[in-house]
């Protein structure tokens, strides 16, 4: 209690105000919007930055999956990729885990980090100097939250992201939450449907007279007229006039859709 009482003392009202209002808006989270796209209108202001993504990776090994960003093109990405290895908080996390806020500039000295072939094709070319990152995890990978600019992220900046990641983590599971409950519901809905739809296929096969429902067996079963007729002991002419009458009486007009209805009644 008095460490978290600490970090609200260093805070000013006005990032308090911030935290408050981020607070507040992660969590109004939609399962009909990926938490990537969410995360990333919701905090791509919080911190003053040239440039916010909001990424995820596959772990073991870890790799690259998708980003939602702005000022990053194509070939960017693709850059990035062919470097990530030497990013010091990928050293980091696969070495120790990442579970706390951090910096380039905190993992890496910058000369260090001046010499990696990260920094020289992709973020010099960019002006980035150092970058502020947190991971969410999620099942089979990982959320990774990065802030870059040109110049170094303070110790105050990085104790706020502290203080909302742990709202980020509810969200998350959350959002996880609704997207079951979602999916749950529509399997619900489509079973309820197809419970229906049979019920509706049993009232019209049992509305058939005996006569029609051999035909209509028969048909099911994939016979021709010709065929159906030597099974019933009648002419293919019947047959065929009983057929009219069976797409008259469920309301079709070909054998497919009579085959489907009589699998359907459970016949």
């Given at each position: 209690?008095?460490?978290?009482?600490?970090?609200?003392?260093?805070?000013?009202?006005?990032?308090?105000?911030?935290?408050?209002?981020?607070?507040?808006?992660?969590?109004?989270?939609?399962?009909?919007?990926?938490?990537?796209?969410?995360?990333?209108?919701?905090?791509?202001?919080?911190?003053?930055?040239?440039?916010?993504?909001?990424?995820?990776?596959?772990?073991?090994?870890?790799?690259?999956?998708?980003?939602?960003?702005?000022?990053?093109s194509s070939e960017d990405i693709l850059t990035y990729q062919a470097h990530m290895h030497q990013h010091p908080v990928v050293h980091h996390f696969q070495?120790?885990?990442?579970?706390?806020?951090?910096?380039?500039?905190?993992?890496?000295?910058?000369?260090?980090?001046?010499?990696?072939?990260?920094?020289?094709?992709?973020?010099?070319?960019?002006?980035?100097?150092?970058?502020?990152?947190?991971?969410?995890?999620?099942?089979?990978?990982?959320?990774?939250?990065?802030?870059?600019?040109?110049?170094?992220?303070?110790?105050?900046?990085v104790r706020l992201m502290e203080l909302l990641r742990p709202q980020l983590r509810i969200a998350l599971r959350s959002w996880q939450r609704s997207c079951e409950l979602t999916q749950f519901r529509r399997t619900l809905q489509e079973k309820s449907a197809e419970t229906g739809q049979d019920r509706i296929a049993r009232r019209l096969v049992d509305s058939l007279s005996p006569r029609q429902l051999a035909v209509a067996e028969q048909v099911a079963r994939g016979l021709e007229n010709r065929q159906i007729a030597e099974v019933l002991h009648i002419s293919p002419k019947t047959v065929g006039k009983h057929l009219e009458n069976i797409f008259e009486v469920l309301g079709i007009h070909h054998r497919a859709a009579l085959a489907a209805i009589w699998e359907r009644s459970g016949r």
């Open positions: 209690m008095n460490i978290s009482a600490n970090r609200f003392k260093q805070l000013s009202a006005r990032d308090i105000e911030l935290l408050v209002k981020l607070s507040e808006r992660i969590h109004y989270t939609s399962p009909n919007e990926p938490f990537l796209n969410h995360a990333f209108v919701v905090l791509c202001d919080a911190l003053p930055c040239n440039f916010f993504s909001v990424e995820s990776y596959s772990l073991n090994p870890v790799s690259f999956e998708q980003a939602v960003t702005a000022g990053f070495s120790a885990g990442l579970d706390a806020v951090c910096t380039i500039l905190s993992l890496s000295s910058r000369d260090d980090f001046h010499r990696t072939d990260l920094y020289q094709k992709f973020y010099k070319q960019l002006s980035v100097e150092d970058q502020l990152i947190f991971t969410l995890p999620h099942p089979g990978g990982v959320y990774v939250l990065a802030y870059s600019r040109d110049t170094a992220f303070t110790e105050n900046e």
